[in-house]
């Protein structure tokens, strides 16, 4: 009996210093990725107008590092803060911690060299060595052409400096561990040309990163098998309620399926006009409001959002019925 006591205490001992050691290993060498390159981008008129256009209307950078305006219907920002970051995107929405969307403006990034912000961007580690939570999609943006990041990074650099300190963000156990091991290497790939419709369509979903937004998720944090881009992930509203992302997928009755061309270019492009009455729709307290940037994507141009629906129409179709906004009981 003595003899089984010590293997099994053995055993337990051996099993302590392996994840003690894990965890070592997991908070001290990782995230493992490349030094930032020497890089310096030149500030081109072309660079900067271009990465004026990414950040706000495709990739929508300023969407979470701006202050937001719930009080009109589809999604607005001050542009009086463009950059100044601050959103709060906490435990409380259902995040593994409270993370702060950084301040973007030079008061911030005018230390960074332009290798710095190209690797936080697309790897998702920061200028000293921390790993970054994937709030901000480097997930995605490491497999976009790095030409549309370098045109990002110009545009940064013309922002008006808003003094802004921005709190840390923090992560409790076991995600203080967990987001070391998201970081990887960037994968760049060119963008496709027009030409090639689904596949440029792919690449403006991956930059958008529509699929983070449209995709449900668990308990977990991890997209459902099978239920990719079929909408239902949850988003508190500030106005009151709760709003479902909707199904993108091809679906005949729940998702877009039974859709035009001209049908998904029109629903976006109706917010493009600032003098139509949907842009100046006030929402009341506890009325359907919505997480998703129209107006922001109202400015890609018909091409892009047709490229993009041919994409969705490419997918296969999900069934996924549900009620998209919950008001807030008094």
Known sequence: ???????????????????????????????????????????????????????????????????????????????????????????????????????????????????EILRAITTGVSKDGHALFPIMPYTNYRKVDEEDIYDIIAYLRTLDSIKYDVPESSSPFPMNFIINTIPQEADFTKRPDISDRVALGKYLVTASSCSDCHTPIDDKGAPLPGMQLAGGLDFNIPTGGIVYSANITPHETTGIGAWTEEMFISRFKQFQDSTKIINKTLVEPGSFNTEMPWRFYSKMSEEDLGAIFAYLLSLEPVENTMTRFVAEAE
């Open 1 to 115: 009996m003595k003899t089984l006591s010590k293997i099994l205490g053995g055993f337990l001992l051996l099993v302590v210093l392996f994840i003690g050691g894990t965890l070592i290993y997991v908070s001290k060498a990782l995230p493992n990725v490349e030094p930032p390159q020497n890089l310096t981008i030149e500030l081109t008129p072309e660079r900067i107008e271009r990465g004026e256009f990414l950040a706000i209307n495709v990739y929508a950078c300023m969407d979470c590092h701006s202050d937001r305006d719930y009080s009109r219907f589809g999604l607005d920002i001050d542009e009086s803060t463009l950059g100044k970051g601050g959103n709060l995107f906490g435990m409380e929405n259902g995040f593994p911690g409270d993370y702060y969307a950084k301040n973007l403006t030079p008061y911030y990034l005018g230390s960074w060299t332009d290798g």
